[in-house]
């Protein structure tokens, strides 16, 4: 007899059900909630909403689940919760809807009137960990529009062994900064928890802890399983109890197991051939649960464990089986079809079902599935027709583009390349070439670029009008715009435009009109007309990628005016469109450009914070990395930190890579900035003459101004024509005191002490003592900022003016803070010290959770170190040091 026959009360957890049934309270009142419930495999997630759904007998509750037996079908729970809700969801995904559709639905389904009478509706996804890039789309969606909803969305996840680049950590951080997110995680039992469960079972508690710790999952299995001595893994008492079943159940759980943590029972009695009695036998062990037509293992870990049981030979029988038997039903969920074909071994299969399940998948925006999908493809294609393989490796470099995977997706590009040029479809290759002219662009690799959007064109036009011309032209003349060959672009982007329209193709003509605005802009002429006209385009024909770069250049041109109100009036709707529309791209686009604004306006430490998240978000991408690079560099010269000069190496050959005026001047101009903070003149001159060459070919007033200012300060000879930005006008007419009024007005404190400190005039009294008080206004801005070198170099000036009473620096509490912090800094540090979480953190000085995650980014910098573990040591060590 087993030693636990009946269910085990749940110890432990009153704090946290007390929460839940808080939260759901809440909800009914019209605070909708999403509780994100986290903690490790087997702690009892599931059995703690079980337990909820007891407490709360009168809402309406809809269950849904991800699953990590294959390639997940996009947007899984969702239709889950179709099939349980019917009504317009249920339409909507039988009909094909796009993704923004059916989220509409649900949540207009969700909280809807009538659910009045059941006071909340909660709908539980399970297992996020395996959600697709869609799913966690769909809970960001629902999460900011939650208020004034009788809604509680419960999403479970297990938060042990997530990678530090997972997909979910990145989606955690976004849900848990929404006002409706709230968390709850599960830890696993203590040794008086264990000891009374094991009460009367004859096993000895202090054992069963050590070997489960406290897992109530493990501990629960191990009595169960009846055996003298408790198991070293769930995966040994799960095996236990599967033993006693009879031969035909045992098979039949196998095949369960294979099949995923849900399966029909129709489909359990086509590929077995079971009777109703083995299915009963099944649930009355507890190694499966019912839930009307469905049959499910109560925890994905017994499943796992009974399918690694199973023999290669026989699982791969089971598969054909079960492909056999979804195809008989009609089944149309690609993803999990196409699943069983490769493990059944069925190229054929495989090569029908993987393409389908991408393409839907990509539809729905869940890129990281779609890629995988493909690949699934790729790896049974050997003995496909050379356009058939062409397909499948174009589709994979379109979808790995979306991963910031460009290498892989240039080699996938080529390859695709190859087999057009081989079948001699020019139509094909014309568009091989285009997409591999944008590949190598964000690779920084602009002469190769350039050559295959011109190559593209050269292809395509003898062809005739095409959809596919349209797009060439509008790429090249993107091309020709970064390069600032402007008239080129703008008539290159009216020739894709017209044939845009011949052809209904609004994304491209979204695409051409945004470079023509761009290009616009970049001369001096109204541009924000037609720049609005793209988004708006783009946002009708659900085009998100090309609304994505029409938000960022609204964003990212205003910036560059120092608009500044003007580009945050696109920022967050930009980004939070980008977010939930996986348009990774231009979200980060969008990002770097909030840490431009936030360096320009002397929000150093915010901008340190945020550009250091960003490299660590972008990994090796050259053209994602290339401003965050550029802003750590400077703000690491304006304080004096050695390691500026490891970011800006980086970013001047990126840059110069690329050759791109608009890229080329910022990173030779920060570069002249390090240099001339360090008292290295000549060093200064050469990159400020530099970064002139590159300015030279671009009409834009506020590059061609801070190149002009430069070149001013550093005195070179070198001459710059054409307009320049009203600060640096000012400047140039000897006006510095205006300059830094307007930089002033603006919101640009550094800049504006910068012109403050290029004032000079020894030929009066007058002229030395106005000098004296534009010198020390500088050095109070850039004291204040912490720009030690800046404040340097001021002092110098005085002191060559004769002027003794100069202020030496920050008050001495400031100076003893260390590493540079500021007081809140300290206070932040402190905290991590004592091994506080950033929500304690939180709570105890009274600021937001993202506000101290800021802080913590900010301290970790200025400390030069990668974790919170390491700042500890790393106060230690000083400690350590002063005691010497």
């Given at each position: 007899?087993?030693?636990l ?7 432990e957890?009153?704090?946290p059900?007390a929460?839940?049934?808080e ?10 909630r999403l ?16 337990r909820?759904?007891?407490?709360l ?14 390639t997940?079908?996009?947007l899984g729970?969702?239709?889950d ?13 039988r009909?094909?809807?796009d993704?923004?559709?059916l ?7 969700v909280?809807a009137?009538e ?12 297992d ?13 969606y ?20 997530l990678a530090?680049?997972?997909?979910l950590?990145v989606?955690l ?12 995680g ?14 009367g ?5 202090p054992e ?10 493990y ?8 055996m003298a ?10 095996l236990a109890?599967a033993a006693r079943?009879?031969g ?6 196998d ?14 009695q086509?590929?077995t ?9 099944l ?7 019912g839930d009307?037509?469905w ?8 499943r ?10 026989r699982?791969?029988?089971v ?13 149309d969920?690609d ?8 493990a059944a071994?069925d190229a ?7 393409p389908?399940?991408?393409r839907?998948?990509?539809?729905l925006?869940?890129?990281?599935e779609?890629a ?10 050997a003995?496909?027709?050379p356009?058939?393989?062409a ?32 079948v001699?479809?020019?139509?094909r290759?014309?568009?091989a ?17 350039v ?9 395509l ?10 797009r060439a032209y ?7 715009m ?5 008239d080129?672009a703008?008539d ?5 435009q ?5 052809f209904g ?8 009109l945004?470079t023509?605005a761009a290009?616009?802009?970049a ?6 007309g037609q720049?609005?006209?793209?988004l708006?385009?783009?946002l ?5 990628i090309e609304?994505?770069?029409?938000y ?5 041109i ?18 939070a ?19 431009n ?8 430490d ?6 250091t998240?960003l ?5 090796p991408s ?7 690079l550029?802003?750590l560099?400077v703000?690491?010269?304006r304080r004096?930190?050695p ?11 990126i840059?110069d890579?690329a ?18 903070l360090?008292g ?5 001159r050469r990159?400020?003459?530099l970064?002139?060459?590159a ?10 101004g ?5 070149l ?12 320049v930005?009203?600060?640096y ?16 007005r ?5 800049d ?13 009294l ?14 109070g ?8 070198p800046a404040a ?11 002027v003794?009473s100069i ?14 912090l ?15 979480t950033n929500?304690?953190?939180a ?9 101290v995650?800021h ?7 200025k400390?030069?170190?990668p ?12 400690l350590?040091?002063?005691?010497r």
């Amino acid at each position: 007899m087993p030693l636990l026959d009946r269910e085990p009360p749940l110890l432990e957890r009153e704090p946290p059900l007390a929460l839940l049934i808080e939260y759901a309270a809440q909800a009914a009142a019209g605070e909708g909630r999403l509780v994100l419930l986290g903690g490790e495999a087997g702690v009892g997630k599931s059995a703690l909403v079980e337990r909820l759904r007891r407490e709360l007998p009168a809402a309406r509750w809809s269950w849904s689940m991800c699953d990590g037996l294959f390639t997940p079908r996009p947007l899984g729970p969702l239709f889950d919760l179709a099939d349980q809700l019917g009504g317009e969801l249920l339409e909507r995904c039988r009909s094909g809807a796009d993704r923004e559709e059916l989220f509409r639905a649900l949540l207009a389904q969700v909280g809807a009137p009538e659910v009045a009478d059941i006071g909340v509706d909660v709908v539980v996804v399970e297992d996020i960990h395996w959600a697709d890039e869609a799913t966690l789309d769909l809970l960001r969606y629902l999460s900011r529009r939650l208020r004034g909803t009788a809604v509680l969305i419960i999403a479970t996840y297990r938060d042990d062994g997530l990678a530090a680049a997972d997909p979910l950590r990145v989606a955690l951080g976004d849900l848990g900064s929404q006002r409706c997110t709230r968390r709850v995680g599960l830890m696993p039992l203590s040794p008086d928890a264990v000891r009374k469960l094991a009460s009367g079972s004859g096993l000895p508690a202090p054992e069963l802890y050590r070997l489960t710790g406290g897992n109530p999952f493990y501990v629960t299995e191990a009595l169960r399983s009846g055996m003298a001595e408790v198991p070293p893994s769930a995966r040994d008492a799960v095996l236990a109890r599967a033993a006693r079943l009879s031969g035909g159940s045992r098979e039949v759980l196998d095949v369960a197991a294979l099949t995923g943590r849900q399966v029909e029972a129709r489909l359990l009695q086509s590929v077995t051939g079971c009777p109703s009695s083995a299915l009963d036998e099944l649930l009355e062990s507890g190694l499966l649960v019912g839930d009307g037509a469905w049959l499910g293992f109560r925890h994905e870990i017994a499943r796992l464990a009974v399918a690694q049981a199973v023999a290669g030979h026989r699982s791969q029988a089971v598969h054909e089986l079960v492909l056999a038997a979804l195809r008989s039903f009609g089944s149309d969920d690609d993803a999990r079809l196409a699943f069983h074909a490769e493990a059944a071994g069925d190229a054929a299969a495989v090569l029908r079902y993987a393409p389908a399940a991408a393409r839907r998948a990509a539809r729905l925006a869940s890129h990281r599935e779609a890629a995988a999908q493909y690949e699934r493809a790729l790896r049974f294609a050997a003995g496909a027709d050379p356009a058939t393989l062409a397909g499948l490796h174009e589709g994979l470099a379109d979808e790995v583009v979306m991963l910031d995977r460009w290498d892989d997706a240039e080699t996938e590009g080529e390859r695709a390349l190859a087999l057009w040029r081989e079948v001699g479809d020019r139509l094909r290759e014309g568009d091989a070439l285009r997409r591999l002219s944008r590949i190598r662009w964000n690779l920084c690799r602009g002469g190769e670029a350039v050559a295959a959007a011109k190559a593209a064109v050269s292809v395509l036009e003898p062809l005739g009008p095409s959809v596919e011309l349209a797009r060439a032209y509008a790429t090249y003349a993107n091309q020709r715009m970064l390069y600032a060959d402007y008239d080129v672009a703008i008539d290159l982007a009216l020739r894709a435009q017209a044939l845009a329209v011949q052809f209904g193709a609004t994304a491209v003509r979204s695409d051409a009109l945004n470079t023509q605005a761009a290009s616009r802009s970049a001369q001096g002429l109204d541009w924000v007309g037609q720049m609005r006209q793209a988004l708006d385009i783009a946002l009708a024909g659900g085009h998100h990628i090309e609304a994505g770069r029409a938000y960022a250049n609204l964003v990212a041109i205003h910036s560059g005016k120092r608009e500044f109100a003007e580009a945050k009036r696109y920022l967050e709707p930009g980004i939070a469109f980008c977010v939930e529309h996986d348009v990774t791209t231009y979200a980060i686009c969008m990002r770097g450009e909030q840490g431009n604004i936030m360096e320009r306006t002397s929000r150093w430490d915010e901008a340190v914070a945020l550009s250091t998240q960003l490299l660590f978000d972008v990994g090796p991408s050259p053209a994602n990395r290339l401003c965050s690079l550029i802003r750590l560099g400077v703000i690491g010269a304006r304080r004096g930190e050695p390691k500026a000069w490891r970011y800006l190496d980086e970013a001047v050959v990126i840059a110069d890579e690329a050759g791109e005026p608009q890229n080329q001047v910022p990173a030779r101009l920060a570069r002249a900035e390090a240099y001339w903070l360090e008292g290295d003149l000549d060093g200064a001159r050469r990159e400020a003459e530099l970064a002139h060459d590159a300015a030279c070919a671009t009409p834009s007033a506020w590059l061609r101004g801070a190149v002009a200012a430069w070149l001013r300060r550093l005195g070179s000879p070198r001459p710059l024509e054409g307009e320049v930005a009203e600060p640096y006008r000012l400047l140039l007419e000897d006006d510095p005191v205006g300059a830094a009024a307007v930089w002033i007005r603006l919101g640009c404190p550094y800049d504006a002490a910068m012109a403050l400190a290029d004032a000079s005039g020894e030929a009066s009294l007058r002229e030395a003592a106005q000098t004296e008080k534009a010198l020390r206004e500088a050095l109070g801005i850039v004291i204040g900022l912490g720009a030690q070198p800046a404040a340097r170099i001021i002092r110098q000036r005085l002191r060559t003016l004769g002027v003794r009473s100069i202020p030496v620096g920050p008050h001495t509490a400031t100076r003893q803070r260390p590493f540079g912090l500021t007081r809140r800094e300290c206070e932040v540090l402190d905290l991590i010290c004592a091994e506080h979480t950033n929500a304690e953190i939180a709570a105890k000085l009274f600021i937001s959770a993202k506000t101290v995650d800021h802080h913590v980014s900010a301290i970790l910098a200025k400390l030069g170190v990668p974790s919170r573990a390491a700042a500890r040591n790393a106060v230690r060590f000083r400690l350590a040091a002063a005691d010497r």
